[in-house]
Nanobody
Framework: QVRLFESGGGLVQTGDSLRLSCAAS????????MAWFRQAPGKEREFVSA??????YYSGAVTGRFTISMNDAKNKVDLDMTNVTPEDTAVYYC??????????????????????WGQGTQVTVSS
């Protein structure tokens, strides 16, 4: 059984840095992808970033501030968040998909690409 475990959320202040981690058990994702989505109160879930076999992708809202990285074992992904703002406040979800031939932001930014999801970790940024 594949499971994803997120950690690292918390309460931070505007301008702070934070690292989220997601560890997978049950399989690896070297030919697939691991990603982060987030959902703010009253809003739909949105794509944040993905580390895939074809490259890394970021939403416009986090480009230049967040960095995603996957470990060599292809079963853990970190999201390094810098210069956070209150607009980054959300529940952050880790997602993963197995072997895929998809390429490009248009594919990996879609929640439907991912068959595995974590429970989410809360990030709150105070002003």
């Amino acid at each position: 059984q594949v499971r994803l475990f997120e950690s690292g959320g918390g309460l931070v202040q505007t301008g702070d840095s934070l690292r989220l981690s997601c560890a997978a058990s049950g399989r690896t994702f070297g030919r697939g992808a691991m990603a982060w989505f987030r959902q703010a109160p009253g809003k739909e879930r949105e794509f944040v970033s993905a580390s895939t076999w074809s490259g890394t992708y970021y939403s416009g809202a986090v480009t230049g501030r967040f960095t995603i990285s996957m470990n060599d074992a292809k079963n853990k992904v970190d999201l390094d968040m810098t210069n956070v703002t209150p607009e980054d406040t959300a529940v952050y979800y880790c997602a993963a998909t197995g072997t895929t031939f998809s390429t490009g932001y248009s594919d990996y930014s879609q929640a439907r690409m991912y068959g595995y999801w974590g429970q989410g970790t809360q990030v709150t940024v105070s002003s």
